[in-house]
């Protein structure tokens, strides 16, 4: 009931009062979790390390270029 009342009160701002809502609306959700955060940048070195080591190889650009 209150997100009906709420889209009732956005649609009759003014656009620029509109653009202004949808953006802290968008802002709001593109928050870093700290926590996946530091997991994906502990996959990244992983991952970095592996390919120094020769365990895993890299695929070339003109081989990705292909699909």
Not at 23 to 43: G, M, P, R, Y
Not at 48 to 57: P, T
């Amino acid at each position: 009931m209150l997100t009906k009342k709420i889209k009732i009160k956005m649609l009759e701002l003014n656009a620029v009062d509109r653009i202004h809502l949808a953006e802290i609306l968008l802002d709001s959700l593109d928050k870093t979790d700290e926590q996946i955060e530091k997991i994906w940048v502990k996959e990244s070195e992983n991952r970095y390390q592996a390919y120094k080591e020769g365990r895993v190889k890299g695929i070339s650009l003109e081989h990705l270029h292909a699909f």
